[in-house]
């Protein structure tokens, strides 16, 4: 066995200290050293997107990287979507009003790449949320539920957005 | 699934890099993207003993025109090509392919330099950079080699690179006035291989001929393909139809398909020629036609 080597990665705000063997996956770091199972192995071969997390501000496939490349990184997981007091995210209560997932397993990451095409795009067309999920695959829904839960979200933070500005104004 | 066990190491400069390459020879692998190599070692079709992680070396992240090229850096990501507004503008024909490479995650991983360095003709950039006739730069203990495209795949993930050698540039010629490129890939979804793809790279003369004419073909052989004939053809003609329709007849003769799930070698041959169809005719329209 090779040699195990200390990592810290600031994970949904977390320091996390860890000594890994190299060929350790990140997504087994993550569902197994760090008990965030939220995060699903689908097809553990690249294609299916199920594994998304954000790296430093980028979607990536933690089936797809060694937990020792992420050192010194910040990751986002599914489990930093809901607030601290038990709120849902937008984009978590639009898949739940939308009905944006059937049996879930695709919907962490799923989420994640919503969230990071979100964050980029505030307003995206149709095509653009289609082409945002296209690297993850869900096998119930036919998309279509999974397309309207993003716009339900795009909306709704456009929403609180617009508000907090005009609060910001009576403040002022 | 799990791959053999390796060391890791990151050196943070590239003669660092290449001293742990030559120390270890054969038994070392560059990691950069790792979105071929990663899911190789999985599989364990890749079994090296050392990986080198070269994306913690810095200055080796950019894009930029420099002395009659487009320099693009050993470490530049898909995605950051993607979304390259000069790339957009001047190139349009490498914003074609990195849209259609993989899917968003992979992108935004994946390096342009690697998707060479894999040697795999099933990777899309070969065909593109083929077509524009460019360079990659080998840097190795001796210093940088400037290797020509044309002459960088030799055979199924087969390349000229040395060991002890790291692609750190890809070089793309500034395409003079009136020049315009296009890819089409035809994928059975999205993140799949190209069933068969196309680059077709023209600069117009005044007379509206072409002067210079750069075309090749993905997934249709061993290696990415030139289609020599098919350019010979083409020089000194004007790009109407007629003449586009027996180009991509010739590209079509070029190609060497196998027959495997994504179809028949017929198939994949009449799918060259109508590729070959839509990536000149776009080509000539972007130029200006």
Known sequence: MAKKQLITVRVNGRERESAVEPRLLLVHFIRESLQLTGTHIGCDTSHCGACTVIL?????????????????????????????????????????????????????????????????????????????????????TGYQNIVSAVQYAAAKMAKIESEAHVAEGVAQ | MIPPAFEYLR????????????QHGDDAKILSGGQSLIPMMKLRIARPAYLIDINRISGLSYIKEEGGFLKIGGLMREAELEASPLVRAKYPILTDTAHVIADPQVRNLATVAGNLAHGD???????????????????????????????????????ALQPGEILTEVRVPVPPPRSGGAYFKLERKVGDFATAAVAAQVTLEGSGAAQKVGIALTNVGPTPIKAKKAEDFLRGKKLDDANIRQAAQFAADDAQPSSDLRGPADYKKALVKELARRALTRAAERAGK
């Open chain 2, 121 to 159: 003709p099933a990777n899309d950039h070969p065909a593109t950079m083929i077509a524009l006739g460019a360079q990659v730069v080998a840097t190795g203990s001796g210093g940088e080699r400037i290797i020509p495209i044309e002459e960088f795949f030799l055979s199924l993930f087969s390349t």
């Open chain 2, 11 to 22: 050196p943070k400069t590239i003669p660092e890099a290449i001293t742990l390459l030559q």
């Open chain 1, 56 to 140: 430093n501000g980028k979607t990536v496939k933690s089936c797809t990287m060694f937990a020792v490349q992420a050192d010194g990184c910040e990751i986002l997981t599914v489990e930093s979507l809901m607030s601290a007091s038990g709120q849902l995210h937008a984009l978590q209560e639009g898949f739940k009003q939308e009905h944006g997932l059937q049996c879930g397993f695709c919907t962490p990451g799923m989420l994640m790449s919503s969230y990071a095409l979100l964050h980029n795009n505030p307003n995206p067309s149709e095509e653009e949320i289609r082409r945002g999920i296209s690297g993850n695959l869900c096998r119930c």
